[in-house]
């Protein structure tokens, strides 16, 4: 049986465990093929990004439409993780520009009510990466499907697949905070700099959103609904890479985090100042 402190230690994690009734946190897990047999599959980096956060991770399984409900009544916060596949283009009026690309089709047929559930009711949302992606649009928002094609835009599939991941998710741009708004309060800075590793971005924000981060393209990085009732976030990086190595990603788990205890404790959503300064 493999060390316990071994395992914390390939994951730079603390031995510290989560205190009891920690809040717990919905992940949705892709699915995938493994030969002929179909799995429900979720990555460790955002399991243990949940830890990061004082949470506790729930791996949720394809879902089916009537039991959306009872999960999110267990839950007390819910975090959409990244994934090699892509948002059918058909929930935001296109057809598959390139069929080579993975989907998910079982994943967007409940993942997309589950955000419009959850930010309705006020549970604490973060989205990273294909979350950020099924956030706009489940909300009413469209998406480039290859951003590096899109006149005036970058090429942000990052580093080459060939190189080491720490290379790969190294930083590769910055991003500019909107003044004023959720994740410039939580971060206290104007800039900070992030990996990139979609091909997918924002086209159309959807209705409602602001825009929280910009890279130097123009390219929306980061965005909320401030009228939602309670902490959302949406972000096209990759906060959970070596999350306890990186004060920007612990100052978002932190942030999300003190959401969900929050909600954990009170049953209801906080405000944005309890949010960004506890």
């Known amino acids: 049986m493999s060390d316990p402190a071994v395992f914390a230690s390939d994951l ?50 394809a879902s089916h439409p009537e039991e959306l409900l009872d999960w999110l009544e267990m839950a007390d916060g819910v975090l959409l993780t990244g994934s090699p596949s892509n948002v059918d283009p058909k929930y935001f009026g296109q057809a598959v520009r390139d069929p080579s690309l993975p989907l998910d ?32 649009t489940a909300m009413g928002g469209s998406l480039h499907q290859a951003v590096h094609e899109q006149p005036g835009l970058a090429d942000h599939r990052g580093p080459s697949e060939d190189l080491p991941l720490a290379e790969q998710y190294g930083p590769f741009h910055p991003v500019s905070l909107s003044s004023g708004r959720l994740l410039a309060d939580i971060l206290q800075a104007e800039q900070v700099m992030v990996n990139s590793l979609h091909g997918q971005g924002v086209a ?31 972000v096209q990086w990759h906060p959970e890479w070596q999350a306890a190595e990186n004060p920007v990603s612990m100052a978002i788990l932190r942030a999300f985090g003190t959401a969900c205890r929050f909600w954990r404790t009170q049953g209801c959503a906080p405000s944005r100042r309890t949010v960004c300064t506890d």
Not at 26 to 45: I, T
């Open 204 to 234: 159309q924000l959807a209705p409602g959103a602001r825009v929280e981060a910009t890279a130097p393209d123009g390219l929306v990085e980061a965005f909320s609904f401030p009228e939602a009732p309670g902490f959302n976030l949406a």
């Open 105 to 136: 089709p079982l994943r967007d047929q409940w993942t997309l009510p589950l955000i419009r559930l959850a930010l309705a009711r006020g549970l604490p949302l973060l989205a990273i990466c294909r979350g950020f992606q099924e956030v706009n």
């Open 12 to 61: 730079n994690l603390s031995n510290s465990p989560l205190p009891r009734r920690a809040p717990r946190v919905l992940l949705p897990a892709c699915n995938r093929m493994r030969g002929e047999h179909p799995f429900h599959m979720v990555g460790r980096k955002y399991v243990e990004a949940v830890r990061l956060a004082g949470c506790l991770p729930v791996i949720v399984p």
